[in-house]
């Protein structure tokens, strides 16, 4: 199966910027529809953004302008770009795949906290 590393979460004032990191070791990595959820305590998890095999993004309203997702193909890694960080950003982020071929995984999760 799809084997999935996420990297890049941490604690960050309001205002300020982190990025996170998907590593995915599948085979057909180049055909992977791929996004970015999120999770805050008693909240239902998100869709915060997501990018196709082509390239084609999309984005909550509510991080739009804010975060940019993208992917590097070559490295095998997804991306997302995360600016003007505000508190409601709190939550657990997760890396999801979506693979023709192998099927749906999840990442680990990373905890990003936004707070004074």
């Known amino acids: 199966q799809v084997q999935i590393v996420e990297s890049g979460g941490g604690l960050v004032q309001p205002g300020g910027s982190l990025r996170l990191s998907c590593a995915a070791s599948?085979?057909?990595?180049?055909?992977?529809?791929m996004g970015w959820y999120r999770q805050a305590p008693g909240k239902q998890r998100e869709l915060v953004a997501a990018i196709t095999r082509g390239g084609a993004t999309n984005y909550a309203e509510s991080v739009k302008g804010r975060f940019t997702i993208s992917r590097d193909n070559a490295a095998k890694t997804l991306y997302l770009q995360m600016n003007n960080l505000e508190p409601e950003d709190t939550a657990v982020y997760y890396c999801n795949v979506d693979s023709l071929f192998e099927g749906n995984f999840w990442g680990q999760g990373a905890q990003v906290t936004v707070s004074s």
């Open positions: 599948g085979s057909s990595f180049t055909h992977y529809n």
